[in-house]
């Protein structure tokens, strides 16, 4: 209890961050019956030692009386919670220690002040750690610190929303049979990704060996989502961008991406036909492909993009590209990323009828069925992104925002994606060897930490839109050490 209690401490210091303390910081704990309350006692004896004002407020019948009397010690009262309690509203911090796993539905959870900054204690109250179903009175929280081991409720439904960053503490306790086969992408493990899959090789390269992204994209519906999407490739550092749009919306591409270079079918047929020379000792013409935003889903695919469909080379394939990838599983390495709604047609198109509400429900199981039906990553997009590959295994992205549910920004995910996808240092190879689906879907989960980070920043400086991501993408790419 006592280093569950040190990890919260060290956590409220980290968002407090000014040493030596501010006059009038308070922390405040809020106190529930069980351990998570002793634990919350005992952090907050810890920050009385380190000079912090502290106060503790009792919502329960009892609470944990060692931990008591060590917070009393160390110079802490403790008083019972009640509505109008004056040191919640003047709390710089607020400490939620009432529930852990133990938490049911239903039980009374105090009210705090709209936009204070609370730290979870293991998780937010409110929030069923299973099942991930939050209560309306939930704790949103700014940071959770979690201990031993990820929670499944903290990663699925509702939690993403309201646990804020998460720290997961080990302690010496042998928690392997909780271990979930999910794991959380944050911005500290997507560095880690990238800089464990990039070479030092990447100074010596030419354009072509540094990757080039065939974009397949645009119609005369949609001419727009072309455009986000090449720019945002191009904005990530793009070696070159190729992209196949149908004639009507080209010269409107030229102007607006000058960067990009044209791409027809027979230049599609051409670049697939190099790939396959490459093991002959050429250079292969494009390593990757981005398919799908603002295509007409109504106009067939020509013979040469149900080639690239049919090649080996890695490809993201986004909005209608859904509907033109062929159904059932591919030998393709490809990242299919739908939002909900999508993924319901998917599923559908593979013989598996399910409903919105089933898939928010249980996102990870869904996503899971459609990679085994299609053999690819599939990356769920919404508040929270799953990914997750046909082996059952998964990663989920809550380093999001709210503001980037708006029109075009799940086509900058794509060019963020396409980019990564086809830099040969980050996937190995030029772009004719299989990519393993593991790769694929660690530099899906990277892609979306950087989009979500984009997200972040646009939203710090204003209002968000497709194109203010886009700007700040070179920036934001920086931050990840590109
Ligand atoms: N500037 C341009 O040129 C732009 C062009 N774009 C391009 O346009 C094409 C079609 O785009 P689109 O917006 O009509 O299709 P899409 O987003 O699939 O919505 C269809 C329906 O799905 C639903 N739905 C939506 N989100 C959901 C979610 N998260 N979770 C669950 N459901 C969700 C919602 O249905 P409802 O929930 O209302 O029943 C909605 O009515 C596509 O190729 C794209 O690339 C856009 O990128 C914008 C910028
Ligand atoms: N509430 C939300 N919070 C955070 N991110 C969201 C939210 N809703 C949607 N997103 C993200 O915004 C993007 C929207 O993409 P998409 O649905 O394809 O729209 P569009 O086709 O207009 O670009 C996705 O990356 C998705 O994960």
Same mark, same amino acid.
């Given at each position: 209890m006592k280093q569950a209690a040190s990890a919260l401490a060290a956590e409220a210091v980290d968002m407090l961050g000014? +040493?030596?303390?501010?006059?009038?910081?308070?922390?405040?704990?809020?106190?529930?019956?069980?351990?998570?309350?002793?634990?919350?006692?005992?952090?907050?004896?810890?920050?009385?030692?380190?000079?912090?004002?502290?106060?503790?407020?009792?919502?329960?019948?009892?609470?944990?009386?060692?931990?008591?009397?060590?917070?009393?010690?160390?110079?802490?009262?403790?008083?019972?919670? *009640?509505?109008?309690?004056?040191?919640?509203?003047?709390?710089?911090?607020i400490i939620d220690a009432l529930y852990g796993l133990g938490y049911r539905s239903g039980a009374e959870l105090p009210r705090i002040p709209r936009g204070s900054r609370v730290l979870a204690c293991?998780?937010?109250?409110? &929030?069923?750690?299973?099942?991930?179903?939050?209560?309306?009175?939930? &704790?949103?929280?700014?940071?959770?610190?979690?201990?031993?081991?990820?929670?499944?409720? &903290?990663?699925?439904?509702?939690?993403?929303?309201?646990?804020?960053?998460?720290?997961?503490?080990?302690?010496?306790?042998?928690?392997?049979?909780?271990?979930?086969?999910?794991? &959380?992408?944050?911005?500290?493990?997507a560095l880690q990704l990238l800089d464990a899959h990039r070479s030092w090789r990447d100074a010596g390269r030419h354009k072509y060996q540094r990757g080039v992204l065939g974009?397949?994209?645009?119609?005369?519906?949609?001419?727009?989502?072309?455009?986000?999407?090449?720019?945002?490739a191009v904005n990530c550092g793009?070696?070159?961008?190729?992209?196949?749009?149908?004639?009507?919306?080209?010269?409107?591409l030229a102007v607006a991406v000058p960067e990009t270079v044209p791409l027809d079918d027979d230049q599609i047929r051409e670049a697939l036909s190099s790939a396959r020379r490459y093991v002959h000792g050429r250079g292969a013409k494009i390593s990757s492909w981005a398919i799908g935003p603002g295509l007409d889903s109504r106009t067939p695919p020509t013979g040469a993009i149900a080639e690239v469909f049919a090649s080996r080379q890695p490809a993201v394939i986004d909005a209608?590209?859904?509907?033109?990838?062929?159904?059932?599983?591919?030998? +393709?390495?490809?990242?299919?990323?739908?939002? /909900?709604?999508?993924?319901?047609?998917?599923l559908r198109? /593979?013989?598996?009828?399910?409903?919105?509400?089933?898939?928010?429900?249980?996102?990870?199981?869904?996503?899971?069925?459609a990679a085994l039906s299609y053999n690819a990553v599939?990356?769920?997009?919404?508040?929270?992104?799953?990914?997750?590959?046909?082996?059952?295994?998964?990663?989920?992205? *809550?380093?999001?925002?709210?503001?980037?549910?708006? /029109?075009? *920004?799940?086509?900058?995910?794509?060019?963020i994606l396409g980019y990564l996808l086809s830099d040969s240092s980050l996937t190995g190879v030029n772009g004719v060897q299989t990519v393993s689906n593991r790769r694929m879907m660690e530099l899906a989960a990277c892609a979306a930490v950087i989009h979500g980070e984009a997200g972040r920043a646009a939203a710090a400086c204003g209002t968000v839109n497709a194109s203010r991501l886009i700007e700040l993408l070179p920036g934001i790419m920086k931050r990840f050490g590109f």
């Open positions: 000014e +040493q030596p303390v501010a006059p009038g910081t308070l922390v405040v704990g809020l106190i529930g019956p069980g351990n998570n309350g002793g634990d919350g006692l005992y952090a907050l004896a810890q920050l009385e030692d380190q000079g912090y004002a502290t106060a503790a407020l009792q919502c329960g019948p009892s609470v944990h009386s060692d931990a008591l009397s060590v917070y009393e010690s160390a110079g802490g009262r403790i008083a019972p919670y *009640s509505q109008d309690n004056q040191p919640l509203a003047n709390a710089t911090l293991d998780l937010p109250s409110g &929030l069923n750690p299973e099942t991930g179903v939050a209560d309306d009175k939930v &704790l949103l929280a700014e940071r959770t610190v979690t201990f031993g081991a990820m929670k499944s409720g &903290l990663l699925t439904g509702d939690g993403p929303l309201v646990t804020g960053d998460i720290t997961v503490v080990p302690l010496d306790f042998d928690f392997t049979g909780q271990a979930p086969r999910t794991n &959380l992408i944050d911005k500290q493990a974009l397949i994209a645009g119609s005369s519906l949609y001419p727009g989502a072309a455009q986000l999407t090449a720019r945002a793009v070696g070159l961008l190729r992209t196949h749009v149908p004639e009507d919306i080209a010269p409107l209608s590209g859904l509907e033109l990838v062929p159904a059932g599983p591919s030998e +393709q390495p490809r990242v299919l990323t739908p939002h /909900a709604k999508e993924l319901r047609m998917l198109r /593979a013989g598996v009828t399910v409903t919105i509400e089933e898939i928010t429900a249980d996102p990870i199981r869904w996503t899971r069925w599939v990356l769920l997009k919404g508040p929270t992104n799953y990914i997750v590959a046909p082996d059952g295994s998964s990663l989920v992205v *809550s380093h999001t925002a709210p503001q980037l549910a708006t /029109a075009g *920004s799940g086509d900058v995910l794509t060019g």
